[in-house]
């Protein structure tokens, strides 16, 4: 199967939420966060700036594990931003790794050189404009806001975060506009609707700020802010009844929320407290320094960080994601399924892992298995044309069902019509003798991929049959 966990799959940049934890727990052993005597020289952690950003101050009283850690990661960071300083995704690297030091001053720095950069980064759009809502600089924060609107690809999130800061000052009406134009051309969120309904409250719209939490609820059907809104439209509107039964939904499901959040507190004492969250930030601050290392086909280095970032964080997906198709472009399938299987435990319902556990393992020829894998995956994610395309190529490959087969890869084609499910599609319709199928197929898949030897070589084979 072609395209099974390529480089060009490699997950998109990400925007990372980082959050440093104030102290260590005693009694942890400082070995466990470093790489070794030698990776962490003498002038990387004593250097005050690279390539004219600041490296992190860090403070004399911080904690020496947690300074180990820091130290650990500023040598990794300042190496990625020395050897490739106009690269956004470095500088942003070293960002987030100014956060987990608690070094604001050159964390803004180094998301305002970002912009300089690129002025449609959408993740110093976003932190730069929290930071400002979070000192009281309503005006900064509108400003980054109103500009990181206009970039295309910026999520809802920025319209919510405006809309809040507008209606903060009581500026309702212009809060309702960002909202609605958001929802006219971005996918619609529950939170966008629970905001355009509390603006609607505002502004005495009782029926519109109904219809709004409504709609919240259709996509978040356990929002007890929405049944919040719900009950005051309700009640605003002068239907007594309907208010009493929303503001009993919206109790219920605030005291699930309440009681949630106490087991979460408790569960987060102990070693799963400061020590979970910096060593999670660190692994996510490796984790981008080898996804900056792959685009730069530093494969070498990439593998260093991302391995290391798997082992300071179990629970960390992303790195290992990247590190399964690092593995698979190289070749290296076992090592590629490994890491999937472990892909496989922390998250068991995503439909990626599942996908590229069949593609992995139809690679490496074990088909049988692979079959089973996008059965799987078919009956998980049914509008995914990979489980349908994988599943017809198991059975091209068994020499069996390949009515089904054609079947399967019809719908793979319908729902994504690709060069590579084209040619599953041709490749199975000569099998079946129905040659012109095959060549209408194949040249799609031509036309798509010119270049692509095997689809020229079977539609050459077809030439003369009838």
Not at 62 to 71: N, T
Not at 381 to 394: H, I, M, N
Not at 441 to 466: C, F, I, V, W
Request: hydrophobic share 45%; aromatic share 6%; net charge negative.
């Amino acid at each position: 199967m072609r395209g099974l966990l390529s480089g060009r799959e490699l997950p998109t940049w990400v925007s990372v939420a980082v959050i440093a934890g104030a102290a260590w727990t005693a009694g942890l052993v400082l070995a466990r966060f470093g790489w070794n005597a030698s990776s962490a020289p003498e002038e990387a952690i004593h250097a005050t700036e690279v390539a004219g950003l600041p490296l992190p101050r860090l403070a004399a009283d911080l904690h020496p594990e947690y300074r180990a850690l820091v130290e650990e990661a500023t040598t990794v960071v300042a190496r990625l931003v020395g050897d490739y300083p106009e690269d956004t995704q470095a500088v942003a690297t070293l960002a987030q790794l100014h956060n987990l030091a608690h070094d604001d001053e050159g964390e803004v720095a180094c998301w305002q050189r970002c912009l300089e950069l690129d002025g449609e980064f959408l993740l110093a759009y976003s932190n730069l404009a929290m930071r400002a809502a979070n000192r009281g600089d309503n005006q900064a924060a509108e400003g980054l806001l109103r500009r990181a609107l206009q970039v295309r690809g910026a999520s809802s999130g920025f319209a919510e975060l405006l809309a809040t800061i507008l209606m903060d000052q009581g500026r309702f009406a212009e809060a309702a506009g960002v909202l609605e134009e958001s929802l006219s051309h971005r996918a619609p969120s529950a939170k966008t609707h629970i905001l355009l309904g509390e603006t609607r409250l505002k502004l005495k719209e009782f029926q519109k700020a109904k219809e709004q939490f409504q709609a919240a609820l259709r996509l978040d059907g356990s929002s007890s802010r929405a049944y919040h809104g719900l009950s005051q439209a309700a009640a605003r509107l002068g239907q007594g009844e309907e208010a009493e039964k929303y503001r009993t939904e919206f109790a219920r499901l605030r005291k699930l929320e309440e009681d949630a959040g106490r087991k979460r507190q408790e569960e987060g004492k102990g070693l799963r407290g400061d020590e979970h969250v910096a060593t999670q930030t660190a692994a996510q601050i490796l984790t981008m320094a080898g996804k900056t290392y792959l685009a730069h086909q530093q494969a070498d280095e990439a593998e260093k960080c991302l391995l290391r970032a798997a082992e300071l964080s179990p629970e960390e997906v992303l790195c290992r994601a990247t590190l399964a198709e690092l593995y698979a472009a190289q070749g290296r399938l076992d090592e590629a399924l490994a890491i999937v299987e472990q892909l496989r435990k922390l998250e068991p319902l995503n439909p990626a892992h599942l996908r590229s556990l069949g593609i992995l393992q139809g690679r490496l020829g074990r088909w049988e298995l692979a079959e089973k894998t996008f059965e799987q995956l078919c009956a998980l994610a049914p509008k995914a044309a990979v489980g349908y395309a994988g599943l017809a190529e198991s059975y091209l490959r068994a020499g069996r069902e390949f009515v089904r087969a054609r079947e399967l890869a019809t719908k793979a084609v319908a729902l994504d019509p690709s060069a590579w499910n084209h040619f599953i599609l041709g490749a199975l319709c000569e099998r079946l003798g129905d040659t012109d199928a095959a060549r209408a197929a194949l040249q799609k898949a031509m036309a798509l991929e010119p270049d692509n030897p095997r689809y020229r070589q079977l539609h050459a084979s077809l030439k003369g049959t009838n």
